[in-house]
């Protein structure tokens, strides 16, 4: 089977966002809140809350974007091809995360907290720099502001990030990161706007879905990954 690494990489994102969006909603929904109330109150009234809610999300959009793109060029070696054996370590890598994060969603969360660990180094040199950026008075601020907050450890972030390295391509990493950036806007931005209230969602029902699309996302990574089963097709 002739896979292009591209197209399986968007539709992994695509559904690593929609599976994980009510957990986006819980976990970024307060953060996504309390930026509402660092606007000073006579410019978020109405509409306007919408508004700056979508320049937090477009920073967010841009730093995922960004680093989508190191991870297509810096996989762009190992995405070559299957490594010896026939084994595709992008596939393989992916299907690991989503059993994690299906683990997560079932409420054992202690190994994807591990791997969000990895970037807390980096989140507390860049937190300082939200404090300079209050109160959020002027667009540019809520712009660099969400592009800060796409700096925040977050194991689906770095599933989606493997998915972008697995293309081998800059241009498609990015691709890659901007489609699971684009999905997590409106339950972030929503949490938002209605002062985190859908992040309640995330302990109901809703959470045994996101579960089962993950792990059936996983399933279709690793028969990817297996022996035999992939050809990698990249663009000329």
């Known amino acids: 089977?002739?896979?292009?690494?591209?197209?399986?990489?968007?539709?992994?994102?695509?559904?690593?966002?929609?599976?994980?969006?009510?957990?986006?909603?819980?976990?970024?929904?307060?953060?996504?809140?309390?930026?509402?109330?660092s606007i000073p109150e006579e410019r978020r009234r109405g509409s306007r809350l919408i508004a700056w809610q979508g320049l937090f999300g477009s920073g967010r959009l841009l730093?995922?974007?960004?680093?989508?793109?190191?991870?297509?060029?810096?996989?762009?070696?190992?995405?070559?091809?299957?490594?010896?054996?026939?084994?595709?370590?992008?596939?393989?890598?992916?299907?690991?995360?989503?059993?994690?994060?299906?683990?997560?969603f079932l409420g054992r969360s202690a190994p994807i907290r591990a791997l969000e660990r990895l970037g807390a180094g980096l989140w507390r040199r860049l937190s300082p720099l939200t404090r300079r950026l209050m109160p959020v008075d002027h667009p540019l601020k809520a712009l660099a502001l969400g592009g800060l907050w796409g700096f925040l450890p977050c194991g689906l972030l770095y599933s989606a990030l493997v998915l972008a390295a697995g293309t081998g391509e800059w241009a498609d990493g990015a691709l890659v990161m901007g489609m699971f950036g684009a999905t997590t806007l409106l339950p972030v931005g929503a949490a938002g706007v209605f002062g985190g209230q859908l992040a309640r969602l995330r302990r109901g029902p809703a959470r045994y879905v996101a579960a089962a699309m993950t792990l059936a996302l996983a399933l279709v990574f690793l028969q990817h990954g297996l022996p035999g089963d992939v050809h990698v097709h990249h663009h000329p």
């Open 63 to 104: 730093t995922y974007a960004g680093l989508g793109a190191v991870a297509g060029g810096l996989g762009s070696q190992l995405a070559s091809g299957p490594v010896a054996g026939g084994w595709h370590w992008p596939a393989l890598l992916s299907a690991l995360l989503m059993v994690l994060l299906t683990a997560h």
């Open 1 to 37: 089977m002739i896979v292009d690494p591209l197209t399986v990489a968007l539709t992994g994102a695509l559904a690593l966002g929609v599976g994980g969006a009510l957990h986006c909603a819980g976990m970024c929904g307060g953060i996504a809140a309390a930026l509402s109330f």
